[in-house]
């Protein structure tokens, strides 16, 4: 009975864990369509924009930040999931950053330069949920089965 009452509070953990990542993407969506809603494009002010690039970011934050590692780590292979979570974080984040001080010191970026931004968000955003879906499909490792 106590293994079943800390399996639960495990997986609350995670949900809890999860919905927090997912919070966090949905923060950087916000700056980053804040940002590039001040720009001077239109398409990017429309409300079905902006709604995108905050649902996107809570649903690739969710999905890609906690990649199951692979079965077998000592393959001598790189882990192209494990890169493409690594990236797409990476490119998340440096959008939300830019984003967060163009706002803060209204700063409007170049033309060119809101695409860049979006760019790396929606690229990073994409990473991050095909890392998390490739990293589930993956087989788990079983270590008491192999120890056996």
């Known amino acids: ?60 934050f ?23 979570s690594a990236g797409g974080i990476f490119l998340a984040a440096l959008a939300a950053l830019v984003s967060v001080y163009g706002i803060i010191f209204d700063e409007i970026p170049p033309r060119a330069w809101e695409f860049v931004i979006g760019s790396w968000w929606f690229g990073g955003i994409v990473m991050l949920a095909t890392a998390g879906l490739l990293g589930r499909r993956r087989p788990t490792q079983k270590v008491a089965a192999m120890s056996a």
Do not use: C, K, N, W
Request: glycine content about 12%.
């Open 1 to 60: 009975m106590i293994a079943r009452e800390l399996l639960m509070v495990s997986r609350a953990a995670h949900v809890l864990q999860r919905t927090g990542l997912a919070m966090a993407g949905a923060m950087g969506g916000t700056f980053v369509a804040a940002q590039l809603a001040r720009g001077h494009i239109a398409f990017f002010g429309t409300l079905a924009f902006i709604a995108t690039t905050i649902v996107i970011g809570a649903v690739g």
């Open 62 to 84: 969710y999905l890609g930040i906690d990649v199951p590692r692979p079965p077998m780590r000592a393959t001598g292979r790189i882990d192209a999931v494990e890169l493409m």
